[in-house]
């Protein structure tokens, strides 16, 4: 049973389709941890041009998928997570490898553990599974930040 549904998870995020790169969350610990579920499917718009024939996930898409894990554990998070009119800009990516194609019919989870929040600032380390081989495996730093209206 998910802790947070596909409609919770899209009510959590900023993100709006086609970028949403989370389809549920399986646990959460405020301030800890997360692990959520990310189906690939071969309807996802970014396979019509990477690559025809030969389809597979964009490792910035992965990259994404961590950040709006991040993002969900933080707006959980009592005291250092994102407040109304904030948003997380990612600032950072430290040792991100990526092992292994992900490709339309997998089932990415993701792990992600926060190392550290240093005021405004958190670093969190990503392992990216498929079927329980590593995927992607990264360190993220993050910031929280007010959402900025432009004028109209």
Same mark, same amino acid.
């Not at 399986?26 to 030969?54: D, M, Q």
């Not at 997570?81 to 194609?101: A, C």
């Given at each position: 049973? #998910?802790?947070?549904?596909? +409609?919770?998870?899209?009510?959590?995020?900023? *993100?709006?389709? @086609?970028?949403?790169? /989370? &389809?549920? /969350?399986?646990?959460? +610990?405020? %301030?800890?941890?997360?692990?959520?579920?990310?189906? /690939?499917?071969?309807?996802?718009?970014?396979?019509?041009?990477?690559? $025809? %024939?030969? !389809? /597979?996930? $964009?490792?910035?898409?992965?990259?994404?998928?961590?950040? *709006? !894990?991040? !993002?969900?554990?933080?707006?959980?998070?009592?005291?250092?997570?994102?407040? $109304?009119?904030? =948003?997380?800009?990612? %600032?950072?990516?430290?040792?991100?490898? =990526?092992?292994? @194609?992900?490709? #339309?019919? &997998?089932?990415?989870?993701?792990?992600?553990?926060?190392?550290? =929040?240093?005021? &405004?600032?958190?670093?969190?380390?990503?392992?990216?599974?498929? &079927?329980?081989?590593?995927?992607?495996? %990264?360190?993220?730093?993050?910031?929280?930040? @007010?959402?900025?209206? !432009? #004028?109209?």
């Amino acid at each position: 049973m #998910p802790v947070m549904n596909s +409609e919770e998870v899209q009510a959590a995020l900023k *993100q709006k389709f @086609p970028m949403i790169m /989370v &389809d549920c /969350v399986t646990s959460l +610990e405020a %301030g800890k941890s997360i692990r959520v579920i990310k189906n /690939v499917t071969a309807n996802e718009i970014h396979f019509l041009g990477h690559f $025809p %024939g030969h !389809s /597979v996930m $964009p490792g910035t898409l992965i990259v994404e998928a961590i950040g *709006q !894990s991040a !993002s969900i554990l933080f707006t959980k998070t009592t005291g250092t997570g994102t407040r $109304p009119g904030e =948003f997380l800009v990612l %600032g950072s990516i430290q040792e991100m490898r =990526f092992l292994k @194609p992900v490709i #339309p019919g &997998d089932r990415m989870e993701i792990d992600v553990h926060v190392s550290k =929040f240093i005021g &405004d600032f958190a670093i969190v380390e990503a392992v990216v599974t498929v &079927d329980r081989a590593e995927v992607a495996k %990264g360190k993220l730093g993050f910031a929280r930040r @007010p959402l900025q209206v !432009s #004028p109209e």
